[in-house]
């Protein structure tokens, strides 16, 4: 095929000569290219013959594998499977969420990251330099006959003496299986209860005051009766009335207080609508 070069002005590229390129790479043919550092040559990932032009241009080996790029996330699934589902959810590379996860390990409580039982267990026995391949091949493959006490089993599974699977099986033991329990608080949790409640109702935000946090109060009939009651005694009597005034003023400072909190959290929730 004959080569084709063509030199693009980056502030004014050419769009026929990129489409062109894309055409090319699409028949199976390949495009080379400037980067920050050296040329690349770029290709179909997608078709065997365009991988085997690039090795032959090169002269690269076989068993080193290509880069593939690709503009949009989902497809990956064309070129990777299975994608680890925290690479996926957030949509970044195998390698960093490995990378990451094994950074989680080196964490105070030894174990805490793991993703299941035998990885938690195998994090702390490398944290104290217990870890070695036949304890590894016990916890992946043998805990239920270990934990059965079925040690000459599994000692002739895993190559070593009962005697040394039983050692093996007092140290998994003193393993901790949910690391964060020592971190729990021996109180109550106590919960915050909200003052305000927002909630979607037929595509409108509504506020409502929590009636739990502040109850409404109301003045008993028998109070006001006795006051009643007591009007020939004026001692009583003014010890009732300023009781009921008490009372009443806080009655009002409470509902003023829920007018309040509705007013405010109604005017925020209309001003950040977009936020919610």
């Not at 241009?57 to 690709?70: E, Q, T």
Request: hydrophobic residues 40%; contains cysteine; glycine residues 6%.
């Amino acid at each position: 095929m004959k080569t084709i070069v063509v030199t693009l002005d980056k502030e004014h590229p050419d769009g026929e000569a990129i489409l062109r390129a894309g055409e090319i790479i699409k028949a199976g043919g390949l495009v080379a290219f400037p980067t920050e550092t050296v040329y690349g040559l770029g290709g179909d990932a997608l078709n065997p013959e365009s991988s085997r032009k690039i090795y032959a241009a090169k002269g690269r080996p076989s068993d080193n594998p290509l880069i593939v790029h690709i503009c949009r996330w989902e497809d990956i699934y064309k070129i990777a499977d299975p994608v680890p589902e925290i690479a996926q959810q957030l949509n970044i590379s195998e390698e960093l969420a490995e990378e990451a996860r094994r950074l989680l390990w080196t964490f105070d409580p030894p174990g805490v990251g793991a993703v299941d039982l035998q990885e938690c267990m195998k994090i702390q026995l490398r944290a104290i330099g217990r870890l070695n391949d036949k304890l590894s091949l016990i916890i992946d493959e043998h805990l239920p006959s270990l934990a059965r006490g079925r040690y000459s089993a599994v000692a002739r599974a895993v190559g070593m003496t009962p005697k040394d699977v039983g050692e093996a099986a007092e140290l998994i033991r003193s393993l901790e299986p949910k690391p964060g329990r020592g971190y729990a608080s021996s109180e109550a949790t106590r919960y915050i209860v909200p003052d305000i409640v927002l909630e979607k109702v037929n595509g409108r935000y509504a506020v409502t005051v929590n009636g739990h946090t502040a109850p409404r109060l109301i003045l008993r009939n028998d109070y006001r009766a006795m006051l009643r009651d007591s009007e020939k005694n004026s001692g009583v009597a003014s010890f009732l009335s300023d009781r009921l005034n008490s009372a009443a003023w806080l009655i009002r400072s409470i509902e003023q207080r829920r007018d309040t909190l509705y007013r405010i959290a109604s005017e925020v929730a209309d001003f950040q609508r977009e936020f919610f």
